[in-house]
């Protein structure tokens, strides 16, 4: 409701009728707690999901991107805490890893697929390209919290952060297949049109 500084375990415990030392007990730090229920959101929101397309391909990234987009447009506080969170030069190194985890999760496949193929370039390493694409992802929803970036946009911002880093670091198959996308979003967006029409996502 408040973000991440204005939650407070005081009223917490009076919203739940649960004395302070249980909740301290049974969750350490209030990080801890913050952690836990990003990581439950994310996991609820992606079980609500009927998927269309393979989590390995880039049509089942640009998927649930999509999903992700239409579902946090609807929660800018929530949006706004994990990106505070992630920014953070404080926030506890676990607490970080949870505001991760929900883009991480949906790139890994694809990338590994990537690297499996033999699609991403010499010197590439998987785990640093994920984290990278995951960085900028972050930044592009920084920009959306100030409002920077308008919410019609917000989808295209993040696609383009992706696909532009990737067609650095991708070959062959790979990297044909994400210059058409990319050449897609930068013109008529037709193939975006697809995936979200089969997806059921008018907006």
């Known amino acids: 409701?408040?973000?991440y500084d204005g939650f407070g375990i005081r009223e917490l415990c009076e919203r739940a009728s649960v004395a302070p030392q249980t909740v301290y007990k049974a969750f350490e730090s209030k990080e801890r707690i913050i952690a836990l229920a990003i990581r439950h959101h994310f996991q609820l929101f992606t079980k609500q999901q009927a998927y269309h397309f393979d989590k390995a391909s880039l049509e089942g990234v640009i998927e649930r991107l999509i999903r992700s987009d239409r579902n946090m447009t609807n929660?800018?506080?929530?949006?706004?805490?994990i990106v505070a969170i992630h920014f953070s030069n404080t926030s506890d190194e676990d607490l970080k890893l949870?505001?991760?985890?929900?883009?991480t999760s949906t790139l890994r496949p694809w990338v590994v697929a990537l690297r499996e193929g033999g699609y991403l370039r010499s010197g590439v390493n998987p785990v640093d390209f994920t984290n990278s694409i995951v960085a900028l992802l972050f930044y592009v929803s920084l920009e959306w919290c100030r409002g920077a970036i308008s919410d019609e946009d917000f989808i295209f911002r993040k696609l383009e952060a992706l696909l532009i880093y990737s067609a650095g670091a991708c070959r062959g198959a790979g990297l044909k297949q994400v210059n058409m996308y990319l050449s897609d979003l930068m013109g008529?967006?037709?193939k975006f049109d697809e995936i979200r029409?089969?997806?059921g996502d008018t907006s």
Request: charged share 30%.
């Open 1 to 3: 409701e408040r973000g």
């Open 75 to 81: 929660m800018r506080e929530f949006v706004g805490a």
């Open 98 to 103: 949870a505001t991760r985890a929900n883009i």
């Open 188 to 190: 008529r967006r037709a």
């Open 197 to 199: 029409q089969a997806i």
